[in-house]
T-cell receptor, first 116, second 115 residues
Framework: NAGVTQTPKFQVLKTGQSMTLQCAQDMNHNSMYWYRQDPGMGLRLIYYSASEGTTDKGEVPNGYNVSRLNKREFSLRLESAAPSQTSVYFC???????????????FGQGTRLTVV | AQSVAQPEDQVNVAEGNPLTVKCTYSVSGNPYLFWYVQYPNRGLQFLLKYITGDNLVKGSYGFEAEFNKSQTSFHLKKPSALVSDSALYFCAVREYNNAGNMLTFGGGTRLMVKP
């Protein structure tokens, strides 16, 4: 009964380093999302994948890339980390569709990233 | 573009009193509306949703929300607050015809329930 699993839970990077945040869901959801949460700003969408094989930019995509590896996995990559990317990152998934087919999003536990 | 507003950064209420956390939204079509709760150092947990049907939606932990199309609001309510309800609450919207399936969140409202 894992739901959405994110790794790692914590990470400290130096400016300019790269890293990939991993996310996997076991609920057979078609849509997956990456958000960042900053104090006083709620959750802002970085990238999303409406279905396997597609990805689209959200509100704050600059400095990030994503890969929808398969239906289960959706990774977020920081190619050259900057202090402004210090945040808590959440992965989410849902079954998106029309009417009752549209389910709520399920969230992972988050990755707390600090860039120094 | 769709948007969500939570006009109150913080709501304070005494234990046993009713609580309301406000949310208004803006979409061009029909909305899907959601409420989530976040406890410290945790991910978001789903509370309730409005997709279609009755305007009054009941959810987890005794919470309910009323969809008001004319006022474009989806306020979260509970008849009797508990100290354990203290947390950060987020309202979210997805437009019915949004092929991109994007969920847009409000800025969050911190609920403080005092004994």
């Amino acid at each position: 009964n894992a739901g959405v699993t994110q790794t790692p839970k914590f990470q400290v990077l130096k400016t300019g380093q790269s890293m990939t945040l991993q996310c996997a869901q076991d609920m057979n959801h078609n849509s997956m999302y990456w958000y960042r949460q900053d104090p006083g700003m709620g959750l802002r969408l970085i990238y999303y994948s409406a279905s396997e094989g597609t990805t689209d930019k959200g509100e704050v995509p600059n400095g990030y890339n994503v890969s929808r590896l398969n239906k289960r996995e959706f990774s977020l990559r920081l190619e050259s980390a900057a202090p402004s990317q210090t945040s808590v990152y959440f992965c989410a998934s849902n079954r998106a569709g029309q009417g009752p087919m549209n389910t709520e999003a399920f969230f992972g536990q988050g990755t707390r990233l600090t860039v120094v | 573009a769709q948007s969500v507003a939570q006009p109150e950064d913080q709501v304070n209420v005494a234990e046993g009193n009713p609580l309301t956390v406000k949310c208004t939204y803006s979409v061009s079509g029909n909305p899907y509306l959601f409420w989530y709760v976040q406890y410290p150092n945790r991910g978001l947990q789903f509370l309730l949703k409005y997709i279609t049907g009755d305007n009054l939606v009941k959810g987890s932990y005794g919470f309910e929300a009323e969809f008001n199309k004319s006022q474009t609001s989806f306020h979260l309510k509970k008849p009797s607050a508990l100290v354990s309800d203290s947390a950060l609450y987020f309202c979210a919207v997805r437009e019915y015809n949004n092929a991109g399936n994007m969920l847009t969140f409000g800025g969050g409202t911190r609920l403080m329930v005092k004994p």
